[in-house]
């Protein structure tokens, strides 16, 4: 079945993260349920892969600033078919970010997920709202990484590891929670914060 990899994905991710049970449950039942689940016309959702993007130096995030949502978020996007998310996360990294040269910050073994999360996307001009179940990586640039804008963004830019500032350009709580994460990961002490 072209769903097991992810959810067995999903179990393990699980495992490491029992206090994120039910939103990891609701992913998981998207993704038990809907065979077509990383087709964007999937109801009431859809799967979808995103990055957070660090400098090489793992004390700046990049963020883009999406022309449709009109706010400043993590790189990422529809699956489109695929059904490697790691691969669309990375794909989509690239795209939106100029980026070409991106690595995981991987656990031994591959790609893991820092983070899974469910959110409602408006409706908008022939689109119903619906809700992304996002599965997300972390990615490191190579030093001297210079982005460029895309046509999905405004602007894209980088940004220090610090929450402060991050909620003061709109981050919402789920993309704190996401830098958070991303902090505790690479050790960002307080010169990060």
């Known amino acids: 079945m072209h769903r097991k990899p992810l959810l067995d994905l999903l179990a393990r991710y699980r495992a490491r993260h029992p206090d994120e049970a039910a939103c990891v449950d609701r992913v998981r039942s998207l ?20 990055a957070l993007v660090l400098d090489a130096e793992r004390r700046r995030v990049l963020l883009v600033h999406h ?20 691969s669309v996360a990375l794909a989509e990294a690239r795209e939106e970010t100029g980026l070409e040269d991106l690595v995981f910050l991987d656990d031994a073994g591959g790609p893991f997920p820092i983070d899974v999360d469910v959110h409602r996307i408006p409706a ?7 809700e992304h179940h996002d599965v997300r990586y972390l ?27 991050l909620a003061r350009i709109g981050a919402d709580a789920s993309l704190l929670r996401l830098v958070r994460k991303a902090r505790a990961r690479v050790g960002a002490g307080e010169e990060a914060r």
Do not use: M, N, Y
């Not at 908008?124 to 709202?129: L, M, T, V, Y």
């Open 31 to 50: 993704v038990a349920l809907h065979p077509d689940c990383f087709e964007r016309t999937c109801e009431p959702g859809h799967v979808t892969g995103s």
């Open 67 to 86: 022309r449709k949502l009109d706010r400043w978020l993590q790189p990422g996007g529809h699956a489109d078919g695929q059904t490697d998310v790691a």
């Open 124 to 130: 908008r001009r022939g689109e119903p709202e619906h």
């Open 139 to 165: 990615l490191i640039a190579a030093p001297g990484a210079v982005p460029r804008v895309s046509e999905e963004s405004h602007d894209v830019r980088w940004f220090p590891l610090d929450l402060a500032a």
